[in-house]
């Protein structure tokens, strides 16, 4: 069941160190994930090409609203994680509070630390800890058009604002 790939970054963290000991590749990757869409799916299934293992960090309820808005998120954390854990490329889930992944990365220690393809490497926030832990930092795959905002958009403009 792919709830079982649902992990708190502690525990996940003692799995990974044991992964990574034998010689795997682990790469994560963060972000809300509000709306799962062609975007996300197509930006994960390359993610997990680049390495042995993908963790996907997902934006806490709480994190999502502080950053988007009082209106996000749309699914809530719970649902989002298991929608996640559900995708045959994703291994393993884990739901953190913070505004930004530093700490679960700190936690985590990636090889690889991937981002959307709408980033610079040197803009990537988590870069330093991640590098500092040994881990690299790659900018990935982008659709462009296919965002959440876009997906809300669209279902106001055919369905009405309210």
Avoid: W
């Avoid at 525990?11 to 160190?17: F, G, H, P």
């Avoid at 991937?114 to 930092?137: H, L, P």
């Amino acid at each position: 069941m792919s709830r079982k790939k649902i992990l708190p970054s502690a525990r996940l963290a003692v799995i990974l160190k044991d992964v990574k000991t034998k010689g795997k590749t682990v790469v994560t990757t963060n972000g809300c994930f509000d709306v799962l869409h062609l975007g996300h799916l197509r930006y994960l299934q390359a993610a997990r090409e680049v390495g042995d293992l993908l963790v996907v960090c997902v934006n806490s309820d709480g994190s999502v609203q502080a950053l988007k808005g009082a209106d996000r998120p749309l699914v809530p954390e719970t649902e989002r994680a298991e929608l996640l854990a559900g995708l045959e490329c994703v291994d393993y889930v884990t739901v953190f509070s913070e505004l930004d992944a530093k700490t679960v990365l700190s936690q985590l220690k990636p090889d690889i630390h991937i981002k959307g393809g709408d980033y610079k490497t040197d803009e990537v926030i988590e870069r330093e800890v991640v590098e500092a832990n040994g881990g690299k930092v790659m900018v990935g795959l982008n659709i462009p058009g296919k965002s959440t905002t876009n997906l809300i958009k669209t279902i106001r403009e055919k369905y009405g604002a309210e």
